[in-house]
């Protein structure tokens, strides 16, 4: 293609033991998957379908990166959440073949506007403003999934300046992976560089510039992000 404008360079992740990075095409995200989260949302987990909104893919935070505190809010939110890399696509993908696509996993904030989301559920707007801001999904390296094993089980949790915020464990989630991943092919297609953020456990809350951010899942590994 020849481009009338700079081309710019596709946004990626770096990838656990490997010199080749994972380059991302669209960043979904499943909302309410862990029970515990959804009563604290004033939701009742019914095991209602999962429901999608997306971020841009170039929201991207590197682990060990920075966070310029957005604008437009005065409550800027953590979501800590187990992060699927896709290696291959397809649509209407059955569960039991849904690991398939997968590469492999990653530790992500879903970093959310709270206000701006709560005014948009409350005039029945979309979230897009609430979370799919600049810099909004901080993302750790990619760890192939040979090497993570079973992401069906393990802890999941965040520390804030050294303060344990959010404890869960993978096991709680509502919509497992292949599940979550079966259920979203049948409304897009999926696509090799998509990423899915799967949801996040209960302890949500407010961060402040200077917040230093920790997040972990068993068998996956870390990321830390400072707000400035
Ligand atoms: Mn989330």
Redesign the pocket.
């Known amino acids: 293609m020849k481009s009338a404008i700079p081309l710019w360079d596709i946004p990626s992740l770096a990838i656990q033991g490997r010199a080749e990075r994972f380059p991302v095409r669209r960043i979904y995200?499943?909302?309410r998957n862990y029970a515990a989260h959804a009563r604290e949302m004033g939701h009742d987990p019914d095991r209602e379908p999962p429901f999608f909104f997306l971020k841009p893919a170039d929201a991207i935070v590197p682990d060990g990166g920075t966070m310029p505190y957005p604008p437009a809010t005065a409550d800027l939110h953590h979501?800590i959440?187990l992060v699927v890399a896709l290696a291959r696509g397809g649509r209407d993908v059955p569960a039991e073949h849904a690991m398939d696509l997968v590469f492999g996993y990653a530790v992500g904030l879903?970093m959310?506007r709270r206000d701006l989301q709560n005014q948009a559920k409350k005039a029945g707007r979309p979230w897009d403003m609430g979370k799919g801001f600049d810099h909004s999904a901080p993302c750790g390296p990619v760890v192939p999934k040979e090497a993570v094993g079973d992401a069906s089980k393990g802890a999941i949790w965040l520390d804030v300046n050294g303060a344990r915020r959010q404890v869960g464990d993978l096991s709680d989630l509502i919509w497992s992976v292949p599940e979550t991943i079966a259920y979203l092919s049948g409304l897009v297609e999926l696509m090799p560089g998509d990423l899915i953020?799967t949801?996040?456990p209960e302890g949500v809350g407010a961060v402040v510039r200077g917040d230093r951010l920790h997040g972990h899942v068993d068998g996956v590994g870390d990321i830390e992000v400072v707000i400035v």
């Open positions: 995200c499943v909302g979501e959440e879903d959310t953020f949801g996040t």
